[in-house]
């Protein structure tokens, strides 16, 4: 009998090869190709969700500031790739949100006298940038995210693109907001970022020169105050300690100014006597006596120090024994324009034009309220100082 050979085993497992090799080959493709471009993909999403993070960060300082009360924004410092069952990532995207070196702010007469520790309180003089830099194994493109001096913007080294606009200039006032604390956190999770309000002053003066660290070039700068100043009034130039922004300011210029810290109070806190009814301070600015005509209250306060000013306020509480009690008032120093209308149990309003508190002397300051006040009426307001201290009168009808 013959026997024929029979290969079919060779056959199948030539096939079996074939198919290995191939699965090779596409499992090779895609954690080469598919895995990476997934992953930048990841990373790029979490670079614009940063953007978005820095922006809460820069309206949480300047609101800070606004009202002295404390912030609170988070910054998603990385994120994590998705899991994948076979195939490999690389270490989860991670970042670093910091403050950079201490750099000085400058503010000159144009004749070349330095009035800086006159303009900026609680003797800081310094501030530092705020930057966002990612560690991403894909995406190369991410640059860096930075905020100063009022704006947040992205900077990719060739180009910047800004995520907000100004507040450094706005008409004939200049708003220097100091970041002079140290910061620094880095990894991979969620962290808070908890702005605190130092002392604020406004003044007012006339030709000055403003000098602020900055990480922009001079055209850039010219892009972002294109609706305030003249290309002539902005230099950028390079120091000792980095980049410099200096603003010549022609005329008179009202300078507002005060530090915010993130995760510190820097300086001396701002509010000193806010809990106290009827304090001696701050600012020495004491309720003298009141008294009621018709519809018009006026008070009378005392101030045993220098000049000084009302820049906002509240009515917190109204108390009368009658039903049909005033709802808001507007306030005024007596004899000049409307500063605000007031709403009781509202929030603060700003004073325009603020209510200049002469030193040395009593100044009257009007409340004209929409309903006559009762007898026995009494109600609580709130003033702030320029300096950013406030302070709570009780007023007896």
Request: hydrophobic share 35%; proline share 7%.
């Given at each position: 009998m013959?026997f024929?050979?029979d290969?079919?085993?060779q056959?199948?497992?030539v096939?079996?090869?074939?198919?290995?090799a191939?699965?090779i080959?596409?499992?090779?493709?895609?954690?080469?190709?598919?895995?990476?471009?997934?992953?930048?993909?990841?990373?790029?999403?979490?670079?614009?969700?940063?953007?978005?993070d820095?922006?809460?960060?820069?309206?949480?300082?300047l609101?800070t500031y606004?009202?002295?009360?404390d912030g609170?924004?988070?910054?998603?410092?990385?994120?994590?790739?998705?899991?994948?069952?076979?195939?490999?990532n690389?270490?989860?995207p991670s970042?670093s949100?910091?403050?950079?070196?201490?750099?000085?702010?400058?503010?000159?007469?144009?004749?070349?006298?330095?009035?800086?520790?006159?303009?900026?309180?609680g003797?800081?003089?310094?501030?530092?940038?705020?930057?966002?830099?990612?560690?991403?194994?894909?995406?190369?493109?991410?640059?860096?995210?930075?905020?100063?001096?009022?704006?947040a913007?992205?900077?990719?080294?060739?180009?910047?693109?800004?995520?907000?606009g100004?507040?450094?200039?706005?008409?004939?006032?200049?708003?220097?907001?100091?970041?002079?604390?140290?910061?620094?956190?880095?990894?991979t999770?969620?962290i808070?970022?908890?702005?605190?309000?130092?002392?604020?002053?406004?003044?007012?003066?006339?030709?000055?020169?403003?000098t602020?660290?900055?990480?922009l070039?001079?055209?850039q700068?010219?892009?972002?105050?294109?609706?305030e100043?003249?290309?002539?009034?902005?230099?950028?130039s390079?120091?000792?300690?980095?980049?410099?922004?200096?603003?010549?300011?022609?005329?008179?210029?009202?300078?507002?100014?005060?530090?915010?810290?993130?995760?510190?109070?820097?300086?001396?806190?701002?509010?000193?006597?806010?809990?106290?009814i009827?304090?001696?301070?701050?600012?020495?600015?004491?309720?003298?006596?009141?008294?009621?005509?018709?519809?018009?209250?006026t008070l009378?306060?005392?101030?045993?120090?220098?000049?000084?000013?009302?820049?906002?306020?509240?009515?917190?509480f109204?108390?009368s024994?009658?039903?049909n009690?005033?709802?808001?008032?507007?306030?005024?120093?007596?004899?000049?324009?409307?500063?605000?209308?007031?709403?009781?149990?509202?929030?603060?309003?700003?004073?325009?034009?603020?209510?200049i508190?002469?030193?040395?002397?009593?100044?009257?300051v009007?409340?004209?309220?929409n309903?006559?006040?009762?007898?026995?009426?009494?109600f609580?307001?709130t003033?702030?100082?320029?300096?950013g201290?406030?302070?709570?009168?009780?007023?007896g009808?």
């Amino acid at each position: 009998m013959k026997f024929w050979a029979d290969d079919r085993a060779q056959s199948i497992l030539v096939g079996a090869i074939l198919l290995f090799a191939i699965l090779i080959t596409a499992f090779a493709s895609y954690q080469a190709f598919v895995v990476p471009n997934q992953n930048a993909e990841v990373e790029f999403n979490h670079n614009q969700r940063v953007g978005g993070d820095m922006v809460g960060v820069r309206n949480e300082l300047l609101s800070t500031y606004t009202t002295g009360q404390d912030g609170y924004a988070e910054v998603e410092l990385g994120t994590q790739f998705p899991p994948r069952l076979l195939a490999l990532n690389p270490p989860a995207p991670s970042g670093s949100f910091q403050t950079d070196e201490p750099r000085p702010i400058v503010v000159e007469t144009q004749s070349g006298d330095d009035i800086t520790d006159d303009v900026l309180p609680g003797d800081i003089t310094d501030s530092r940038i705020v930057n966002y830099r990612p560690s991403y194994s894909e995406y190369d493109g991410a640059g860096e995210l930075r905020y100063e001096n009022s704006v947040a913007y992205h900077d990719f080294g060739d180009e910047f693109v800004p995520l907000t606009g100004q507040r450094l200039i706005r008409g004939n006032t200049i708003q220097i907001v100091p970041v002079p604390n140290r910061f620094d956190e880095s990894g991979t999770r969620t962290i808070a970022i908890e702005p605190q309000a130092g002392l604020t002053d406004r003044s007012r003066r006339e030709d000055v020169v403003v000098t602020l660290p900055t990480e922009l070039s001079e055209p850039q700068w010219e892009e972002i105050l294109a609706d305030e100043l003249d290309p002539g009034d902005i230099t950028v130039s390079d120091g000792p300690q980095g980049r410099n922004l200096t603003l010549t300011l022609d005329g008179q210029w009202a300078i507002d100014a005060g530090p915010v810290g993130i995760g510190q109070t820097p300086g001396p806190p701002r509010g000193g006597g806010a809990g106290d009814i009827n304090p001696a301070a701050p600012g020495d600015v004491t309720l003298q006596s009141e008294s009621v005509s018709g519809s018009t209250v006026t008070l009378t306060f005392n101030n045993t120090a220098g000049q000084n000013r009302f820049t906002r306020g509240r009515i917190n509480f109204y108390d009368s024994p009658g039903q049909n009690q005033p709802t808001e008032a507007t306030i005024r120093r007596a004899g000049e324009p409307d500063s605000a209308t007031l709403t009781v149990g509202g929030n603060f309003e700003e004073f325009d034009p603020d209510i200049i508190l002469d030193g040395e002397t009593t100044t009257n300051v009007q409340l004209q309220f929409n309903r006559n006040p009762s007898t026995n009426a009494w109600f609580v307001i709130t003033l702030q100082l320029e300096t950013g201290q406030s302070a709570v009168y009780f007023v007896g009808l």
